[in-house]
């Protein structure tokens, strides 16, 4: 029991980077469902043009910006993850797994997303 | 239960690559281009977007693609669950199967059939003078 436990434990680490993969691709991937709802419900506002309009002015909002900025760290953190696990499941870099995550998903992932909330935020929110 | 479901295990890396694709043609215009990013987007922007047939196009592929590859990977989550036998897995998999469909109509009605997005179609947001032709689209 008390074996079995450790067992547990240490296969449930934080510092392995598969867990933490895994958890990064489950989370993001729930939040991006559960945006691509908000989404859908917004775009079917084009039939009903003054609600559209005033969902935009609503979405010009700093706050919405800084949403949007968090969006953009979902998207590219579980698509380069997305990538990691294909790799991984085709039998490419199987032993360089946890590199690929930390310099792939996080190292490139990172660099890819400053780029894209920069402007964002020196456009929308700090203006 | 695994038994001729690996298709759909298979379909998810194939979505995900479209996706990747489709993710970075819809970031690049409908999230960043210069009139979105400082802050210019309007219906008349968005309504000038979707009279192109292929933007529509694009939009609603990219919809109904992840829409498969979010309720797949949802249905992927829930049946990871010890709990669940596959008679329960059926009845999640019927029930996100209707979810998807009801979802993708959803979807899909923002633009098949939205009178706005008519070829022509006047801006109703604009009191401005009206072009002879977006009458004529008007009064059809």
């Known amino acids: 029991?008390?074996?079995?436990?450790?067992?547990?434990?240490?296969?449930?680490?934080?510092?392995?980077?598969?867990m933490l993969g895994f958890w990064i691709q489950r989370i993001t991937g729930l939040a991006l469902l559960a945006y691509l709802f908000l989404h859908v419900k917004t775009i079917h506002q084009?039939?009903?043009?003054?609600?559209?309009?005033?969902a935009l002015d609503q979405f010009g909002q700093p706050l919405f910006k800084l949403g949007e900025i968090g969006?953009?760290?979902?998207?590219?953190?579980?698509?380069?993850?997305?990538?990691?696990?294909?790799?991984?499941?085709?039998?490419?870099?199987?032993?360089?797994?946890?590199?690929m995550f930390w310099y792939l998903a996080?190292?490139?992932?990172?660099?890819?997303?400053?780029?894209?909330?920069?402007?964002?935020?020196?456009?929308?929110?700090?203006? | 239960m695994m038994r001729g479901r690996a298709i759909h295990w298979w379909l998810q890396r194939v979505t995900g690559a479209a996706l990747l694709v489709l993710l970075v043609l819809h970031f690049w215009t409908n999230h960043?281009?210069?009139?979105?990013?400082?802050?210019e987007l309007s219906f008349e922007v968005v309504q000038q977007r979707m009279s192109n047939p292929w933007m529509?196009?694009?939009e609603i592929s990219f919809l109904l693609i992840a829409?498969?590859?979010?309720?797949?990977?949802?249905?992927?989550?829930?049946?990871?669950?010890?709990?669940?036998?596959?008679?329960?897995?059926?009845?999640?998999?019927?029930?996100?199967?209707?979810?998807?469909?009801?979802?993708?109509y959803w979807g899909v009605t923002a633009f098949v059939g939205n009178r706005h997005l008519q070829p022509g179609a006047p801006?109703?947001?604009?009191?401005?003078?009206?072009?002879?032709?977006?009458?004529?689209?008007?009064?059809?």
Not at chain 1, 1 to 18: H, V
Not at chain 2, 32 to 39: E, K, L, Q, T
């Open chain 1, 46 to 54: 084009l039939n009903d043009p003054q609600k559209f309009q005033a």
């Open chain 2, 32 to 39: 960043y281009a210069s009139n979105v990013r400082r802050g």
């Open chain 1, 71 to 99: 969006l953009l760290a979902a998207v590219v953190a579980h698509s380069l993850n997305g990538i990691r696990i294909t790799l991984v499941d085709a039998g490419y870099g199987v032993s360089k797994q946890r590199q």
């Open chain 2, 56 to 58: 529509v196009a694009i």
């Open chain 2, 67 to 104: 829409l498969y590859h979010g309720l797949n990977g949802l249905r992927g989550i829930i049946l990871d669950y010890g709990w669940v036998t596959p008679r329960i897995a059926k009845s999640v998999t019927s029930l996100l199967v209707i979810l998807g469909l009801v979802w993708a």
């Open chain 1, 1 to 18: 029991m008390a074996n079995s436990l450790r067992l547990a434990i240490r296969k449930y680490r934080w510092k392995y980077a598969g």
């Open chain 2, 123 to 140: 801006n109703p947001l604009k009191n401005a003078v009206q072009t002879p032709e977006a009458h004529v689209a008007s009064a059809r």
């Open chain 1, 106 to 127: 996080i190292g490139v992932g990172a660099v890819i997303f400053i780029a894209g909330a920069l402007p964002i935020l020196i456009y929308t929110v700090i203006k």
